[in-house]
């Protein structure tokens, strides 16, 4: 199993799950982070960290949004690893629950 970052995290990138993972197994994009599945050790320390709720197990991704556990694998390939929080966009609070931001996801 793997933890998956799911929509929520797009534009909002609070960066505090990169903190607590023992085995850096974030990736880091312009606007979006990812778990890379094949070194996420289902420690569960990410999940609550994140401030908007982006984080799931596998298993327990929410409807509609089952595509992020490819999305996470593909670019976790493709992204650098990020093991240190960096400082947040500034207006991420104002992108917090806002639905269908996957479209605003850059590359
Ligand atoms: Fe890292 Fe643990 Fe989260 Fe997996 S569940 S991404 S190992 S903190
Ligand atoms: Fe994203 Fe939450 Fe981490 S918003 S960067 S998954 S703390």
């Known amino acids: 199993m793997t933890f998956v970052v799911t929509e929520n995290c ?32 289902d420690c569960t320390l990410c999940e609550p960290e994140c401030p ?24 976790s390939r493709a992204w650098p690893v990020i093991t240190q929080r960096k400082e947040p966009p500034a207006d991420a609070k104002d992108w917090d629950g806002k639905p269908n931001k996957l479209p605003l996801l850059e590359r």
Do not use: R, W
Request: proline share 9%; with cysteine.
């Open 10 to 41: 797009i534009k909002c990138k609070y960066m505090d799950c990169v903190e607590v993972c023992p085995v850096d197994c974030f990736h880091e994009g312009p606007n979006f982070l990812v778990i890379d599945p094949d070194e996420c050790i």
């Open 52 to 75: 908007a709720k982006a984080i799931f197990p596998e298993d327990d991704v929410p409807a509609g949004q089952e595509g992020f556990t490819a999305l996470n694998a593909e670019l």
